[in-house]
């Protein structure tokens, strides 16, 4: 499955989804975004607006910086993220 197939399928699951999972999807987001140090200016995310398009300078800075952070050992695996989802999901109902 390709990336954008995969954001369709996400972008789908989080309009059906009900307040314990956004929960847990959020929680599991800002974690990773904390990680690995992504901006987290909400209002306007990635430094720029959705459509807003990328200069081609700016498009490979930001294919570095994640090339780079795949490098460094900075991803997850699906079963990492999976493993820490069910933690997650344990976890909220105690």
Do not use: C, N
């Not at 959705?50 to 200069?55: F, N």
């Amino acid at each position: 499955m390709g990336a954008q197939q995969i954001r369709d399928v996400l972008h789908y699951r989080i309009e059906q989804a009900d307040e314990r999972f956004l929960q847990v999807i959020y929680a599991m987001v800002e974690a990773y975004a904390h990680q690995h140090e992504l901006d987290t200016d909400m209002e306007h995310p990635m430094g720029y607006q959705a459509g807003e398009p990328l200069t081609l300078e700016e498009l490979k800075a930001k294919v570095a910086r994640a090339e780079s952070q795949a490098d460094q050992g900075m991803s997850y695996t699906v079963s990492e993220v999976r493993k820490e989802a069910s933690t997650w999901l344990k976890g909220s109902t105690e």
